[in-house]
């Protein structure tokens, strides 16, 4: 599927998405390679079969086969990661203290530049809800030189990303 016939497939209700998704496709504040590893790394974290296909078929020919799997591995290791990140900072206590004892081999050898795998991180922990998470991104691809519009670009697709997923997860819902 593509990008144009994943926008087609929004209803009327949606229309600030369908609009939204196809502006932020050719944002120019980020570069190709962080704009399609947000694209296709939010696109994982929505966890719709429809709205991942159709970002990796959009947006995977524009990166490099190590780029790509870095934006699925910033995903992957996010969904892990906002999972207990998000548990530590919101109980507190002695957990903060406590080493993670989980594998995140990924963040310090990503296969790209460490920024961008870091927004694709900071974009997905967007997703996931995780503000401890973010804090800690966005903090790191600032300190990389990434200003403060391309994060808030790489946040935009996100929210847009995960809210078609939505929307179409629901739509299917109602169709069955």
Request: proline fraction near 3%; aromatic fraction near 6%.
């Amino acid at each position: 599927m593509s990008l144009e016939a994943l926008r087609n497939r929004l209803p009327e209700y949606a229309k600030d998405l369908k609009l939204n998704l196809g502006s932020l496709s050719t944002e120019p504040v980020l570069d190709q390679q962080k704009l399609a590893g947000t694209f296709v790394a939010s696109a994982i974290a929505s966890r719709n079969a429809e709205v991942i296909k159709a970002m990796v078929a959009e947006f995977g020919p524009k990166l490099s086969p190590e780029a790509l799997t870095a934006a699925k591995a910033a995903a992957a290791i996010m969904g892990m990661n906002n999972v207990y990140y998000r548990f530590v900072h919101l109980v507190g206590g002695d957990y903060a203290t406590l080493p993670a004892k989980l594998r995140m081999n990924v963040i310090g050898k990503p296969g790209v530049e460490k920024v961008d795998f870091e927004l694709w991180s900071l974009a997905v922990s967007a997703i996931n809800g995780c503000g401890m998470c973010m804090e800690s991104h966005e903090k790191v691809v600032k300190h990389g030189g990434v200003s403060t519009e391309q994060v808030q670009a790489a946040v935009r697709i996100a929210s847009v990303v995960h809210a078609v997923a939505g929307v179409l997860e629901a739509e299917d819902a109602l169709a069955a």
